[in-house]
């Protein structure tokens, strides 16, 4: 949808390092930016208090994925608004995060979860999201669901990174 609005605008900045796809359509004003705020993102030394986390909405099919998990008896705890809408995961739902509460979060999990589709009809192949500088920038791990981009920022994006359920499950474990 960005294409739409690109031509009205100086600058437009998008997340994939990858611009080609607007080039193409002779859009030249998107660059690429994706980084962290490094003051606010950070190790806090603190205790890892939780086995695997994902803080962020239920869309695509991260229900799909949540629901797996707790099904292979992964101990997940997630958080952020919506949630709350869905009774079943009502045990493992921890509320809104503030900012300061949500890189405490990252930072007292073993395992963060970083999905990569979105909710817009283009993102259903994944997109680079913050999450996935959020987290190392706190030196805390992330598994996060495979997508193009994914290894222009990673050298050995493999390791971290799955593709289905069960492979998200065996690296979990």
Known sequence: WSRYYAPFFDYCLATEKDTSEYKKDKIKNVYSLLGTNSDRFKPL??????DVVFAGAPIADRKDYIRFLLKSNINIKIFNPEWENYPEFKEIYGGY???EDYTRIINQAKINLS???GF??????GQVKARSLEVPACKAFMLVEDTLGLKLYFKDSKKISFKTKEELLEKIK
């Open 45 to 50: 030394n603190l205790e890892k208090k939780y």
């Open 115 to 117: 999905f990569s589709k």
């Open 120 to 125: 817009l009809p283009g993102s259903k192949k």
């Open 97 to 99: 995060l503030s900012s």
